[in-house]
């Protein structure tokens, strides 16, 4: 099993950015898909779940400015972050869950800086 993330980098305030969840070797479409973040110092956080059967859910911190999606036919979920705050800084894991199964990927970065 193997999870990826893709998309980070280094953005301005205001500015936007969208991560990918890349996922293989599970059936894609069974699991629900989380996206973490973890700020330096601080614990890992949810950010955004999409279940699946396509239900959505955010953190109250993020809502209307992220919006999390999935392509089930290419085992892709994504997270398209606008509006983007200093505060948003950290790096952003995805996690796939179902039944006993939970599988993280390595994080990608996201910095906002000017």
């Known amino acids: 099993v193997q999870l990826v993330e893709s998309g980070g980098g280094l953005v301005q305030p205001g500015g936007s950015l969208r991560l990918s969840c890349a996922a293989s070797?599970?059936?894609?479409?069974?699991?629900?898909i989380h996206w973490y973040r973890q700020a330096p110092g601080t614990q890992r956080e949810l950010v955004a779940t999409?279940?699946?059967?396509?239900?959505?859910n955010y953190a109250d911190s993020v809502k209307g400015r992220f919006t999390i999606s999935r392509d089930n036919p290419n085992n892709t979920v994504y997270l398209q972050m606008n509006s983007l705050k200093f505060e948003d800084t950290a790096v952003y894991f995805c996690?796939?869950?179902?039944?006993?199964?939970?599988?993280w990927g390595q994080g990608t970065q996201v910095t906002v800086s000017s």
């Open positions: 070797g599970i059936i894609f479409s069974r699991y629900g």
């Open positions: 996690k796939a869950t179902w039944s006993i199964y939970n599988y």
């Open positions: 999409v279940t699946s059967d396509d239900m959505t």
